[in-house]
């Protein structure tokens, strides 16, 4: 298996300002420092977000088990959504696989936000 990049190789600014269109608020997010990025085998434990809007974890597993880990940590936490992308999987893929950490209810208002404009 080939061993994950960190997240200091990846060009993490050009991928946020590629998915503006889908994701608005990350590039700002990004910008602004409320996006963690760390390598997920360097995390202990998972930790409340904090003062961040996402925390990335860059994985170095198959792919089917960063879905499978995203599905699990959903059932198993009620505060933060969990999300997945690695490369190939769709338009906005992520450069290397990652496991997203978000606010779940903060998630639903920003997405509550765009279906509101799109039906403007």
């Not at 390598?39 to 434990?45: K, L």
């Not at 969990?82 to 998630?107: C, H, M, N």
Request: aromatic residues 12%; contains cysteine; proline residues 4%.
């Amino acid at each position: 298996m080939e061993k994950a990049k960190s997240h200091q190789s990846v060009d993490w600014y050009s991928y946020f300002k590629s998915i503006r269109s889908e994701c608005p608020w990350s590039y700002h997010a990004y910008l602004n420092g409320l996006i963690h990025i760390e390598n997920w085998s360097d995390c202990d434990r998972l930790e409340p977000l904090g003062k961040y809007q996402a925390k990335m974890y860059i994985v170095d597993l198959p792919d089917n088990v960063v879905e499978a880990m995203a599905q699990e940590l959903n059932c198993d936490d009620q505060e933060c959504e969990w999300l997945f992308s690695y490369p190939g999987y769709g338009e906005f893929a992520t450069p290397v696989k990652v496991l997203i950490q978000q606010d779940r209810s903060r998630l639903n208002e920003l997405r509550s936000k765009l279906a509101g404009q799109s039906g403007s």
